[in-house]
């Protein structure tokens, strides 16, 4: 079992930055792939990130086309945290953030098995 706790959210201005952390309980999940989602007021819920481990050290991340060249995923396995680095922040970012664990990582929700509870992010324009 994992159990998933999202931090960081808030409110922010329009080209802000924030960073949002994913911290996972229960067991060591260094070989999990690892997932951020958004969910909007009135809109389902959307893949953002994911990372997946390439075995040794290596991980491979892949970032929604929304995102791209403004957010960063990584994760320190020492630690048992993921984090998501977000820069330039736009009021379309606008959502509870929510960070997911699975044997791989995709673009799936249905794909993870562990979710957490979801922090908020508000950006100001």
């Known amino acids: 079992q994992v159990q998933l706790v999202e931090s960081g959210g808030g409110l922010v201005q329009t080209g802000d930055s924030l960073r949002l952390s994913c911290a996972a309980s229960g067991r060591t999940f260094s070989s999990y792939g690892v997932g951020w989602f958004r969910q909007a007021p009135g809109k389902e819920r959307e893949f953002v990130a994911r990372?997946?481990?390439?075995?040794?050290?290596?991980?491979?991340?892949y970032y929604a086309d929304s995102v791209k060249g403004r957010f960063t995923i990584s994760r320190d396995n020492a630690k048992n945290t993921v984090y998501l680095q977000m820069n330039g922040l736009k009021p379309e970012d606008t959502a509870i953030y929510y960070c997911?664990?699975?044997?791989?990582?995709?673009?799936?929700?249905?794909?993870?098995?562990?979710w957490g509870q979801g922090t908020q992010v508000t950006v100001s324009s």
């Open positions: 990372v997946n481990w390439g075995g040794s050290s290596t991980y491979y991340a």
């Open positions: 997911a664990a699975g044997k791989i990582a995709t673009m799936k929700r249905d794909d993870y098995d562990y």
